[in-house]
């Protein structure tokens, strides 16, 4: 393929250092054909000074001509041939089907956020009209809708190089938005991200948006410079909590602090019920072993940590997930980087005396080794945070507990989580109701019999969740209420109608839900 390895900014391609940075076969570790340049100082804040040139005509654009952008943008990933497919296959070690799937996901999402656009409700429109005679004050004509907050950057995910990367749903969300965006390409898969920015340049072009809608940037720490310009308005990132709370960090100690959107750590506990496990625990084992190891674990969602009761039936289940993960193959990670932090992971649990090894072959070679740990249900309840801590990849922790006052107590020591899980029959759900309100304060998606590895696009969707999974855990990264992270309201008080935005004039066509005079409904024309 004929990558150029430069910058995008502003509509044009940059390159100011000698290509030098170096794209890697993810199998063999050794380096493919490709070469980009680490983007400059000046490079990345020209970046930002172009998406803040672009923020007012494309803000100011109609809903649909932005929705027909998203289309477009999806349209081209749709096109991308098997070269590409391949392309991002060497870079990930990702199986083709995988690839293919989650390049769907991915302009599924682009078009999902165009049909938010053209219902029009992201606007979140709200009119109280004037009430003249009302006493002792008459009240102002007030209408409120949500406008873009402005730029923002966006920080490529390592696990999901198309979902949630150049064109992933931070992009989607901050374009539906309105909001220019500067994405910091992921070090691990550049050649995939500069293919993927093609494609958005193409229909960016194709629907002659603003120059500097979209910007991408390579590099290592050149991130921060995007996170400290003052033209950036908010930060969509998905990695570490590490690298999350740095970003953070940055982000609260400048003269005007901006908002991370920031999807850091997640252990995604799973609580075996005692009813369950009587009847299907062999198919449990089996399915939560598919789910620990689908992918080589490199999912947010990877079910780090089993809750379970003791008892003869809990202790057989373990037998069994014990049995599953030794017979469970090696995988290939993302890239050595991965597989280095697995290892070390690994080390920290193999030495804490508190946890104990139940199953997996000695982790060594190119390729990560499921494994399965037990740990001592004090630790979770005193919040140890190495329990606490996720370990990217096929492995995971079973804690059994006393009775279900300790199990209680496990689950109040369990930090904020992207989800938690019940695996129940109905003789259980009366008896276990209590522990609902205590999941609902972890975790942002509550299952109940299922297993978290897989996340539906969709209005409902939540994925986000208390810190430590997110830095704000009003929001979400996934669906289409990913769109509220990159708006803000404003409120017209007495305007003339000439000057009002379309969606808060009277005769507005749009079918919008309103407050009017303190009561949901749908205003008249």
Known sequence: MNLMGKNYIGGERSSQHAPELCSVDAHSGEALPYRFSQASHQEAEQACLAAERAFAPYQALPSEQRASFLDAIADELDALNDDFIHLVMRETALPEGRIRGERARTSGQMRLFASVLRRGDYLGVRIDTALPDRQPLARPDLRQLKVGVGPVAVFGASNFPLAFSTAGGDT??????????????????????ECVADAIMRAAEKTAMPAGVFNMIYGGSIGQVLVRHPAIQAVGFTGSLKGGRALCDIAAARPQPIPVFAEMSSINPMILLPGALAVRSERIARELTDSVVAGCGQFCTNPGLIIGIASPQFSAFLA???????????????NRGVLSSYEHGLTQLHQHSGIRHLAGAVQQGHQAVPQ???ADASLLIAGDDLLQEEVFGPVTIAVTVRDEAELQAALQGVRGQLTTTLLAEPQDVQQFAHLVPLLQRKAGRLLFNGYPTGVEVSDAMVHGGPYPATSDARGTSVGTLAIDRFLRPVCYQNYPVELLPDALKPDNPLHLLRLVNGVYGREAG
Not at 326 to 331: I, M
């Open 172 to 193: 989607a969300a901050a374009l539906a938005a309105g909001c220019p965006v500067v994405v910091k390409a992921h070090s691990g898969h550049m050649a995939t991200a």
């Open 320 to 334: 069994m997930m014990a049995e599953n993960i030794r017979t469970s193959p090696a995988q290939t990670m993302l």
């Open 372 to 374: 399965l740990f037990a």
